[in-house]
């Protein structure tokens, strides 16, 4: 920066979004930059464990952090897909497994095939083809290049870990690249009166915190872009009901399987997240459909081990902001928006907002084009998360009122379109930056039974008996792959096998 005082960044709040946050910018912006955090210890999280996607692998790379130790200051276990127990009907189950399905031939997508030869009654289910589901219902785990021929790809995996955890690590690493940590809580937030920037925090100790830029981290009070901006929200209530949750940690029950399970029930869903040295549960429901304490009897009904807390509830109205950053405030995490953690978005959505901030990141003077390219990519992540989410509501043939709502409710434009094209042949498009690929839109798909009219034409092209041998040789090929590959459990022990938590 050209002015001698350096340019402040002011990051109010804590938790996983605020220490990422703080993270980044104090590894990646050094002179000309001052950064600093207020928060609370008053406050507190759910901290029951959370659950991520392959991109988290991205973000700690870029700080440089050193896997096997995140893994165990954190208490981590690996993740290959989520498996989802009921949503398409009670007893049934598939798994969003992350990575490839299948091989593509020339411009034609695997699925083409698949549907063709499924027909005919010469492939096996669409599982038979991911590596990371073989692995994953095999309590599986391998790092690095595939151990038996070069043409099976690497497999890709994410993380669960504590989310506590994992902020008082980035804590640490934070500090120790200059970012300053001020314990308060925030009491009122000042603006220009001319330009309507925020100038200034203060604290409930008395205290001024003077800034630049401002990071609102405060979760689902929005303390500077909702109560000081009054920015607005978007509400999503009438496509995703679910409008509650109770978390609840439990002793861990056997070895911690490499997949997160999301189970359905009358009124929403059920999550278990396996960590080293507990399981990580909660319930997400509706409150017109289910009462919290019946929502809590149910969770406590169906744990794996013992509790170890008390359940703790939130509320919360699935949606957005209307804007993501307004004036001199940018959002990230909870007070940004909410989506259920159904598709592990949470650490994501925080990620991609950090990095989006770090591309975009302003001077002293924020130039409106900055702001309306931020929200735009930010509104267009968020829907199309939305869309994805819908889809596991919408195509469901549960019994229940809540579920049958559901199914009846309208679609948005952007996924009906998407469903009319998958239905009518097959099709699947990605536009832009969209997060979830077309093999995750067809994982889902397929496991929820929405079945295509007709395949590609030119999966019509190969003999009947060359697809069969084709079908037959992908799945061998990955299933002798998985084979060689060790336990989960062992995996964690010979490379990252964690004590007790440290504290914060």
């Given at each position: 920066m050209?002015?001698?005082?350096?340019?402040t960044?002011?990051?109010?709040?804590?938790?996983?979004?605020g220490?990422?946050?703080?993270a980044?910018?104090g590894?990646?912006?050094?002179?000309?930059?001052?950064?600093?955090?207020?928060?609370?210890?008053?406050?507190?999280?759910?901290g029951?464990?959370?659950?991520?996607?392959?991109?988290?692998?991205?973000?700690?790379?870029?700080?440089?952090?050193?896997?096997?130790?995140f893994?165990?200051?954190?208490?981590?276990?690996?993740?290959?897909?989520?498996?989802?127990?009921?949503?398409?009907?009670p007893?049934?189950?598939y798994m969003?497994a992350?990575?490839?399905?299948?091989?593509?031939?020339?411009?034609v997508?695997?699925?083409?095939?698949?549907?063709?030869?499924?027909a005919?009654?010469l492939?096996?289910?669409?599982?038979?083809?991911?590596?990371?589901?073989?692995?994953?219902?095999?309590?599986?785990?391998?790092r690095?290049s595939p151990?038996?021929?070069?043409?099976?790809?690497?497999?890709?995996?994410?993380?669960?870990?504590?989310?506590?955890?994992?902020?008082?690590?980035?804590?640490?690493?934070?500090?120790?690249?200059?970012v300053?940590?001020?314990e308060?809580?925030?009491?009122?937030?000042?603006?220009?009166?001319?330009?309507?920037d925020?100038t200034?925090?203060?604290?409930?100790?008395?205290?001024?915190?003077?800034?630049?830029?401002?990071?609102?981290?405060?979760?689902?009070?929005?303390l500077?872009i909702?109560?000081?901006?009054?920015?607005?929200?978007?509400?999503?209530?009438?496509?995703?009901?679910c409008?509650?949750?109770?978390?609840?940690?439990?002793?861990?029950?056997?070895?911690?399987?490499p997949?997160t399970?999301a189970?359905?029930?009358?009124?929403?869903?059920?999550?278990?997240i396996?960590?080293?040295?507990?399981?990580?549960?909660?319930?997400?429901?509706?409150?017109?459909?289910?009462?919290?304490?019946?929502?809590?009897?149910?969770l406590l009904?169906?744990?794996?081990?013992s509790?170890?807390?008390?359940?703790?509830?939130?509320?919360?109205?699935t949606?957005?902001?209307?804007?993501?950053?307004?004036?001199?405030?940018?959002?990230?995490?909870?007070?940004a928006?909410?989506m259920?953690?159904?598709?592990?978005?949470?650490?994501?959505?925080?990620?991609?907002a950090?990095?989006?901030?770090?591309?975009?990141?302003?001077?002293?003077?924020?130039?409106?084009?900055?702001?309306?390219?931020?929200?735009?990519?930010?509104?267009?992540?968020?829907?199309?998360?939305?869309?994805?989410l819908?889809?596991?509501y919408?195509?469901?043939?549960?019994?229940?009122?809540?579920?049958?709502?559901?199914?009846?409710?309208?679609?948005?434009?952007?996924?009906?379109h998407?469903?009319?094209?998958?239905?009518?042949?097959?099709?699947?498009?990605r536009?832009h930056?969209?997060?979830?690929?077309?093999?995750?839109?067809?994982?889902?798909?397929?496991?929820?039974?929405v079945?295509?009219?007709?395949?590609?034409?030119?999966?019509?092209?190969?003999?009947?008996r060359?697809?069969?041998?084709y079908?037959q040789?992908?799945?061998?090929?990955?299933?002798?792959?998985?084979?060689?590959?060790?336990?989960?459990a062992?995996?964690?022990?010979?490379?990252?096998?964690a004590?007790?938590?440290?504290?914060?």
């Open positions: 050209d002015s001698e005082r350096p340019f960044i002011v990051i109010a709040g804590g938790g996983t979004a220490w990422m946050t703080a980044a910018l590894h990646f912006l050094e002179r000309g930059f001052a950064v600093r955090l207020i928060e609370s210890d008053a406050i507190g999280t759910v029951v464990g959370e659950a991520t996607i392959p991109q988290i692998r991205l973000f700690n790379e870029a700080l440089g952090l050193d896997e096997d130790a893994l165990r200051a954190t208490q981590g276990t690996f993740k290959l897909g989520i498996e989802f127990d009921g949503w398409t009907r007893g049934h189950a969003h992350f990575g490839g399905i299948g091989r593509d031939v020339g411009l997508a695997f699925q083409h095939y698949w549907l063709r030869a499924r005919l009654g492939a096996g289910p669409l599982a038979d083809y991911s590596l990371n589901e073989i692995a994953a219902r095999g309590g599986r785990m391998h690095g151990l038996t021929a070069a043409t099976v790809p690497t497999m890709p995996y994410a993380f669960h870990f504590d989310a506590g955890l994992y902020a008082a690590y980035l804590r640490r690493f934070a500090e120790a690249r200059g300053r940590r001020t308060g809580t925030i009491a009122g937030v000042a603006r220009d009166g001319a330009s309507g925020v200034q925090l203060t604290l409930a100790s008395g205290e001024v915190v003077t800034g630049d830029l401002f990071i609102d981290c405060t979760g689902f009070a929005g500077l909702e109560a000081a901006l009054g920015t607005g929200y978007v509400d999503w209530t009438r496509w995703l009901p409008d509650r949750a109770v978390a609840v940690p439990c002793a861990r029950s056997g070895e911690p399987m997949y399970r189970t359905a029930h009358s009124a929403g869903w059920q999550w278990r396996p960590l080293q040295h507990r399981t990580g549960n909660g319930r997400v429901y509706c409150g017109a459909s289910l009462s919290d304490d019946a929502a809590a009897a149910g009904a169906n744990l794996d081990g509790a170890e807390a008390e359940p703790r509830f939130l509320r919360f109205t949606g957005k902001r209307r804007k993501f950053w307004h004036h001199n405030v940018v959002v990230v995490g909870l007070a928006g909410f259920e953690p159904l598709e592990s978005t949470s650490i994501h959505l925080i990620q991609s950090i990095s989006r901030l770090l591309k975009l990141l302003p001077g002293r003077r924020v130039a409106p084009a900055q702001r309306d390219e931020f929200n735009r990519q930010t509104d267009f992540e968020y829907d199309r998360i939305r869309d994805f819908i889809l596991h919408a195509a469901n043939d549960r019994p229940e009122p809540f579920w049958q709502q559901c199914r009846a409710t309208p679609l948005p434009d952007s996924l009906q998407k469903l009319e094209l998958f239905r009518s042949c097959g099709a699947i498009t536009e930056e969209e997060l979830f690929t077309e093999v995750g839109w067809l994982q889902v798909l397929i496991g929820q039974e079945m295509p009219a007709a395949h590609h034409l030119l999966a019509d092209a190969i003999e009947p060359e697809l069969a041998e079908m040789t992908l799945a061998a090929l990955y299933a002798r792959e998985a084979q060689r590959y060790g336990s989960h062992d995996f964690i022990g010979r490379h990252c096998a004590g007790l938590p440290r504290a914060a």
